[in-house]
């Protein structure tokens, strides 16, 4: 079986998306020009993309977009036209119906920080980090890591839910880096954007 074969076996939902939003992930090697002919083969089909995450990963373009469509469409319908603006098993594509409603509660309720990791590039450290943050409930929004070898700096985005004791999070997190000879912050993302954005607070100052 091809590639493709097995990416719409696994993915493809038989029932149509009827006046619903679906969500569609794209995978493919990095080249100009991928979200352009993505966005097209959506709107083609009377979509409205209304949410979008696009990053390259090692020289792979990874996106994960939601797009609503007015009429009754199946996924393997806007799957294989997302498909046509790649060549033969160029691109991995995947597309189903979004599960969560609009009203939807998010999966914790609290407060966003923003965490920031430095050190040795050790591979223990993103599965200790994401160890601790699951035991204690702590939701990740989102995920970056940069490499300059031999050191890695991991920024996140995270939700702490409200009845947590933030300090108490900050020491245990603080002292479990430390272990690993880690350098660690965890900061309110309003704090973190005040201390690292210039041009909103340039503005500020401004009246």
């Excluded at 050191?151 to 020491?171: A, C, F, L, S």
């Amino acid at each position: 079986m091809t590639q493709d074969a097995q990416n719409r076996n696994a993915f493809s939902m038989p029932e149509p998306i009827d006046g619903r939003r679906c969500v569609i992930t794209v995978v493919v090697g990095d080249r100009v020009g991928i979200l352009r002919d993505v966005a097209s083969a959506v709107a083609d089909q009377d979509g409205v993309i209304d949410g979008i995450s696009q990053t390259v990963v090692g020289g792979y373009f990874t996106a994960t977009l939601t797009a609503a469509f007015p009429g009754a469409v199946a996924p393997e319908e806007i799957r294989a036209a997302v498909a046509a603006a790649f060549g033969p098993g160029e691109a991995f594509i995947a597309v189903r119906p979004h599960a969560r409603a609009a009203g939807d509660a998010p999966p914790v309720a609290g407060a966003r920080y923003v965490i920031t990791i430095a050190g040795p590039n050790r591979p223990t450290v993103l599965k200790a980090v994401t160890t601790y943050l699951a035991r204690r409930g702590i939701n990740i929004e989102d995920w970056n890591v940069m490499f300059d070898e031999p050191y890695v700096t991991h920024v996140g985005e995270i939700t702490v839910p409200r009845h947590m004791d933030i300090k108490q999070v900050q020491d245990e997190f603080h002292h479990l880096m430390m272990q690993l000879g880690m350098t660690t912050c965890i900061q309110h993302e309003n704090i973190f954007r005040a201390t690292n954005e210039v041009g909103p607070i340039t503005s500020l100052l401004k009246g």
